[in-house]
């Protein structure tokens, strides 16, 4: 199944923008019922949303709408102009750009405006509808009515507990279930085995000592740097033309060995060239890197509280972000090269829809948008934004910052891959800083996780393909009906608290306190229990100290403020610290009801703004 990704970008007058993001507004973040079911019903778009970018300068901004669906981006425009054919009118008026709506002329004119992205030079210079950008798929080869059925399928056997659980074997198991499919004629769909790229196992690791991108010279050189050839070229095809005008009696074979001598020369100049190229280009990266300054501008406490109000009302959620480009060519180039080199090194080393080793991303794509300094980013994940950018963070910062460090404000970075994202502080702030409120978004699929998408083409994948008594088993094991051995406790899932920490001080309290609205007698109080706090190095984990007793203390953000913090000083802060637990935004990602029906503290109505918790060796010491 081929997937399209659509980019469709449009310039307009800025002052018009406000009137634009209200129309693109009521279409819905998540979509209206009415958006969601003209998509749902045809079946093709996986993700699309629509949004106002701003632009270089004052005067224009662009609205984007991206997608990705099923087909081509032919007929996912189509199915789009059709699906949302008033809706998208609305906008389209309120930006003032005077094109009929009429489905199939909606349609016509959205391909006009779309873009191909790429890396290579008709990219760079945006010839024939191209852009510099990077297309990202985490579902290779899987189409929106595969999902669903997919997912249907893995609900219907997962409520067969009675075979599933039972105590036959698990290739007994396995046939018995598909005893039971062949039954219903719909579900015979099942039993035709379809590629699943995403299930495949990572490559096999790479000769040691092999140079890493020695293998991806000659694709570079063809697509990045085929314009630094033309010298030596010109210099072989005219020192071939003069080897035949000097020689104009000697034989065919003289000539040949001329020219022949020339390519030599010619590939050495072009090795000088390229070495003294790549060695200035270092050079000149090294002097940027060390002119970055690091921006420690906190995050505004607002925009990102709006931006949180959208998050983990699903499962998936949307990353949007513009970043604007540092000035100059030579980021231009870095960026490109970034793209084109993730493109061509992770199939190397990284399963089908991963990147590196990430495996949570549906869809996402990058985009330098054509005659602006706008870097945009969208990312269709699965899980809350803390949670993604962590794994940025963690696992794959070389990738990330290798891109974003060619835009401004990123965390100082080293020969454009090292350090940048490892800053995890900075980092956090910095994309909640880049993040772009988005006014419209579609998923096709929302409450399915990628890992689940995986899983529910493995059971597909096994009522198909398995044939041994080993392969049932792996396939049983999708629905968790192997039982885990009597005593076995699952570690990756507790905290690590429980495994050390202040092990050894077994009496324990927390205390939820409310300050007076007095930052006097706020003070006074903390400075009071001051003496009895203790930190981590003392009776810690593995500490060689043994202390009777641990006081630690913790305040919320309206607790900092029952001391005097002033507004700038709590600015300074997370917006996540700053917006609280029970922010909306904040209580989906947790996973917390929108009511606090039954809370007898921490809701709105009833806040915290100090914790305590003490531990002690004995009752009587806590008391």
């Known amino acids: 199944m081929a ?22 507004a009521a279409m819905g973040n998540p979509a209206t019922e009415e958006c969601r079911r003209t998509l749902d019903a045809d079946a093709r778009v996986h993700f699309m949303s629509l949004s106002v970018v701003p632009d270089t300068g004052p005067e224009r901004a662009h609205l984007v709408l991206e997608l990705t669906a099923d087909g081509s981006v032919a007929d996912a425009l189509a199915a789009v102009a059709n699906a949302l054919n008033a809706p998208l009118g609305r906008v389209i008026a309120a930006a003032g750009l005077g094109v009929a709506t009429e489905p199939a002329t909606l349609a016509a004119w959205l391909l006009r405006h779309n873009l191909t992205l790429g890396q290579g030079w008709a990219a760079a210079f945006g010839l024939g509808g191209q852009a510099v950008g990077l297309p990202f798929c985490g579902t290779p080869a899987m189409s929106v009515t595969r999902i669903r059925q997919e997912r249907a399928l893995a609900e219907r056997i997962g409520a067969m507990d009675e075979i599933l659980f039972g105590p036959a074997t698990p290739l007994e198991k396995l046939n018995a279930v598909r005893v039971r499919l ?46 630094f050839l033309i010298v030596p070229l010109a210099l072989w095809v005219l020192f071939g033309w003069l080897a035949a005008l000097m020689l104009p009696g000697a034989g065919w074979l003289a000539v040949l060995a001329w020219i022949v001598i020339g390519f030599v020369v010619a590939v050495a100049i072009s090795a000088a060239l390229g070495a003294a190229a790549a060695a200035l280009a270092l050079r000149h990266l090294h002097r940027l890197e060390a002119a970055d300054t690091a921006d420690d501008e906190t995050p505004d406490a607002a925009k990102v509280a709006t931006i949180m109000a959208r998050e983990s009302v699903h499962t998936q959620n949307l990353l949007a972000s513009v970043s604007t480009m540092k000035p100059g060519l030579f980021r231009r180039m870095t960026l490109r090269a970034a793209f084109w080199l993730i493109v061509h090194e992770n199939p190397r080393v990284s399963r089908p829809g991963f990147l590196g080793t990430m495996g ?25 934004w803390e949670s993604y950018v962590e794994i940025f963070i963690q696992q794959e910062g070389e990738g990330v910052t290798s891109i974003w460090s060619n835009t401004r404000g990123f965390p100082r970075t080293h020969n454009l891959f090292g350090l940048g994202a490892q800053d995890g502080d900075r980092l956090r702030r910095w994309a909640r800083r880049q993040q772009h409120p988005v006014g419209f978004w579609y998923a096709a699929y929302p409450d399915l996780t990628l890992e689940r998408i995986r899983r529910n083409a493995a059971i597909r994948q096994g009522i198909a393909a398995a044939v041994t008594d080993t392969d049932a088993a792996d396939w049983l094991a999708c629905f968790g009906a192997q039982p885990r051995p009597a005593g076995t406790l699952e570690a990756e899932e507790i905290p690590t608290l429980l495994f050390g920490g202040r092990g050894h001080l ?34 810690g984990f593995r500490s060689a100290v043994r202390l009777d007793r ?17 507004a700038t000083d709590l600015a300074t802060f997370a917006p996540a610290f700053q917006n609280g637990m029970t922010s909306p935004g904040r209580a989906r990602a947790l996973g917390d ?18 914790f305590l918790v003490l531990y002690a060796a004995e009752a009587a010491v806590l008391d």
């Open 593 to 610: 009801p929108e009511t606090h029906e039954g809370w007898l503290w921490g809701h709105p109505a009833a806040p915290v703004d100090v």
């Open 182 to 227: 062949r039954a219903d004629d719909a579900q015979r769909w099942a039993f035709v085995a379809e590629p699943a790229p995403f299930l495949d196992p990572a490559p096999l690791e790479r000769e040691s000592g092999m140079p890493r991108f020695l293998p991806l010279l000659p694709g570079a050189l063809r697509t990045l740097f085929w314009p």
């Open 3 to 24: 997937q399209a990704f659509a980019t469709v970008a449009v310039p307009f007058a800025a002052a018009r923008a406000g009137a634009v993001e209200t129309a693109i």
């Open 550 to 566: 641990a006081l630690a203390v913790a305040f919320t953000a309206g607790g900092l403020r029952k001391f005097g913090f002033a």
């Open 360 to 384: 949570v991303i549906h869809f996402a794509r990058w985009v330098l948008l054509p005659g602006t300094d706008k870097l945009c980013f969208w990312s269709n994940h699965t899980g809350s």
């Open 506 to 539: 077994a009496h324990c309290a927390c205390l939820a306190l409310r300050l007076a609205d007095d930052p006097e007698r706020a003070r006074a109080w903390l400075r009071g229990i001051a003496p009895e706090i203790t930190y981590g190095h003392e009776g």
